[in-house]
Each structure stands twice: as C-alpha cells, then as structure tokens.
C-alpha cells in the first residue's frame, strides 16, 4: 500500500540537521485505507477542520495506489500530537463506518 520510513540517530538528532521542522519537536503520520469513500471530499473536509489547529502544521494527500490517504503532522508538543492524530483518525473512522466512534474513558 504504501512505504513510509525514515531513520534518525542520536547523534543526527543532537547535532540539529534533521531538516526544517519551523521549531517543531514531533512528527507523526496516519495513514488510513478508505474503502467506499470519497477520498478527495475527504481530505477537503481535513483540511478545512485542521487549517487552524493551534501548535500543528498538517499535510494530506491520497495514496498512490489505494483509495486512502497519508497525513504528516508536526506538532510543538505530543498533546497537540496527540489532538491531531486522534482528530483525523476520528473523522476518518467516521467516514468510513458512518459514525465516529464514542469517547472512551481511561
């Protein structure tokens, strides 16, 4: 489906020349197979619910080879990591099943 990989080493992250990341320190990604869904309303609609998240910067696209799709997330901390990417996954589940899924308590 599709290949997402990259390799970072203590010495890499600690020397600074990972790359520009804009003063992010996490990066994350949710890739999502989306069978029977309209995958480019999809990402429209994540696009307009995510363009101004606070402490996020978000890009998506389609998978190459499969109705899906790929986000790339930098965030400035992992709560907002984690907002992001439960956020997506949400309303892509939503997407998919009709519903999104109940709160779940800890």
């Known amino acids: ?3 997402d990989r990259f390799r970072v080493t203590g010495e890499e992250f600690t020397r600074g020349g990972l ?4 003063g992010f ?14 995958t480019d309303a999809l990402i429209v609609n994540l696009r307009k619910k995510f363009s101004d ?4 910067a978000i890009g998506l696209s389609r998978l190459p080879r499969v109705n ?18 439960l956020g997506i996954w949400r309303q892509t589940r939503g997407a998919i099943v009709g519903c999104e899924p109940s709160n779940r308590r800890k």
């Open 25 to 38: 320190a996490c990066q994350g990604s949710v890739l999502a197979v989306t069978p029977g869904v309209d």
């Open 1 to 3: 489906l599709a290949i």
């Open 68 to 85: 899906g799709l790929s986000a790339r997330i930098l965030a400035q901390d992992a709560v907002s990591m984690r907002s992001a990417m």
């Open 53 to 56: 998240m606070t402490g996020c």
């Open 19 to 22: 790359g520009v990341t804009g």
